[in-house]
């Protein structure tokens, strides 16, 4: 198997998981690389549903070995929760999960603090999931974080919980006014998780370049998609890493010379959580239509995603910094019911048609999207399996996106479950 990168190509929730867990069939290691629990990935398998937050999805199959690598702020409570309730659905982690001892760990201040900014900025808001990302990778570049490795060394583990705490208290008491948060009992809890986790910490950057040299096949899974990357999303409403391809080596210590393919993940139209610029944006009317029949529900938050049209410019840039060398486009089967469909091909700025998406959040938020309408195909594609059974108008489409941001449709996903999902030349 080549080895591979999926990434969102939009605002996150494109239906990743999905993506990663029926590619997993052909990989022996999956991995999350960057972000934390602020992601969502749901599974769909029979009569089953996960919802994956910190472990990689590709944990539900038998026999794979997963890694949260080193570019991941790892919440561990959250983890440990996981690790549990999959064990009740039968998957067991042991022996095949693998944490990166370099990877940071996220605190409760952290998440205190990500919930007090975000009170405070009132309609300034970034509308974050509140898990405590955003702290938790300031304290990383601070270079004041607990990593993994620390959670399993009492004595340094006391030592730098101190020192991070103490700073996120003066934040805490003096600008928020809120009471102090106390060491010891974080300490004593933090210390619980380290020996929990213990048996799954390991090296993971050797681990994975043994795999390399094996020639076992790596399945890299992005969280939150390329529009809240850091550097390359609407900034400032974006999350706090990089989350475009480029970030997976990075992130898990794996060079990309090792990368052959990276794989865009596209909904058929657009979905957006939390605030920021979203030119597409459908607001009532058919953009709540969207959102009933694709169930639009954040998988972390629960709050209602915000829906719109296919942005064509959004996804071509998503292909120039991802080097994006496939899409796999999901969701389909939403727009079965539509008469028409819109995609927008272009902006327009202050009266200028503009064929690029601007860097600029001032000109960005002044950008009309500009769209093109194609007849949609009033049929149910849920039960297609093969390509050729698509409705003519369903293919035109999906050339049509193909074309416009000029990278191949290599899967299609047609329905939440694994078995919807159809190989298109990749
Ligand atoms: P991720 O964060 O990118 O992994 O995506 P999420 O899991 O947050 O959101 C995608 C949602 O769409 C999940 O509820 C999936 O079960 C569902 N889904 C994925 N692919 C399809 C599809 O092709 N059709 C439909 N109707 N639902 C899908
Ligand atoms: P998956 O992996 C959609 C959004 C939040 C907010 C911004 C910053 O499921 O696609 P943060 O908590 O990261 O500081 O929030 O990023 N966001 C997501 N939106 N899908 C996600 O993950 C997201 N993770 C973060 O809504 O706008
Ligand atoms: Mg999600």
């Not at 297609?384 to 489409?397: C, M, S």
């Amino acid at each position: 198997m080549p080895n591979r990168v999926v990434v969102g190509a939009q605002w996150g929730d494109e239906g990743k998981a999905k993506v990663v867990d029926y590619l997993t069939e052909e990989a022996d290691y999956v991995i999350r690389f960057q972000g934390g629990a602020n992601a969502g990935h749901t599974v769909e398998v029979g009569d089953q549903k996960f919802v994956f937050h910190l472990l990689p999805s590709g944990l539900m199959h038998d026999g794979k070995s997963c890694v949260i690598g080193n570019g991941v702020v790892l919440d561990p409570a959250q983890l440990l929760h996981e690790i549990g309730d999959v064990l009740t659905k039968g998957i067991d982690a042991t022996g095949r999960l693998w944490l990166s001892e370099a990877a940071q760990v996220v605190l409760p201040t952290h998440k205190l603090l990500d919930q007090l900014k975000e009170k405070a900025a009132g309609k300034d808001a970034i509308g974050t999931t509140g898990r405590g990302i955003g702290p938790a990778y300031y304290d990383k570049v601070a270079r004041v974080g607990v990593r993994v490795g620390d959670l399993l060394e009492d004595d340094l583990l006391r030592a730098r919980l101190e020192k991070a705490i103490a700073a996120h208290n003066e934040v805490i008491t003096k600008i928020f006014g809120a009471p102090p948060v106390e060491v010891g009992p974080v300490h004593a809890e933090y210390r619980a998780y380290g020996e929990k986790l213990r048996p799954y910490v390991a090296d993971c950057v050797a681990i994975l370049a043994k795999a390399l040299k094996e020639k076992k096949g790596l399945l890299f899974e992005g969280a939150q998609g390329t529009f809240l990357d850091v550097d390359h999303g609407t900034y400032p409403f974006v999350t706090s890493s990089n989350t475009v391809a480029g970030a997976a080596c990075a992130g898990s210590g794996v060079g990309p010379t090792a990368i052959q393919q990276v794989i865009g993940v596209v909904k058929a139209y657009t979905t957006r959580v939390g605030n920021g610029p979203f030119p597409t944006e459908i607001e009532g009317g058919l953009g709540a239509e969207l959102r009933r029949i694709g169930h639009e529900f954040g998988a972390t938050t629960g709050r209602e995603r915000r829906c719109g049209w296919f942005d064509a410019v959004v996804v071509r840039r998503a292909a120039q910094v991802n080097g994006l060398t496939h899409l796999a486009v999901t969701k389909l089967d939403v727009l079965d019911s539509f008469d028409s469909i819109e995609i927008c091909t272009a902006y327009e700025i202050d009266g200028k048609r503009v064929d690029h998406f601007p860097s600029s959040l001032a000109r960005l938020e002044r950008v009309k999207a500009v769209y093109e309408t194609l007849p949609g195909w009033k049929s149910d594609t849920t039960k297609i399996t093969d390509a050729k059974d698509l409705p003519v108008n369903a293919r035109k489409y999906l050339d049509r996106l193909a074309e416009l941001v000029d990278v191949p449709v290599g899967m299609l996903s047609l329905g939440p479950k694994r078995h919807q999902t159809i190989r298109m030349g990749m």
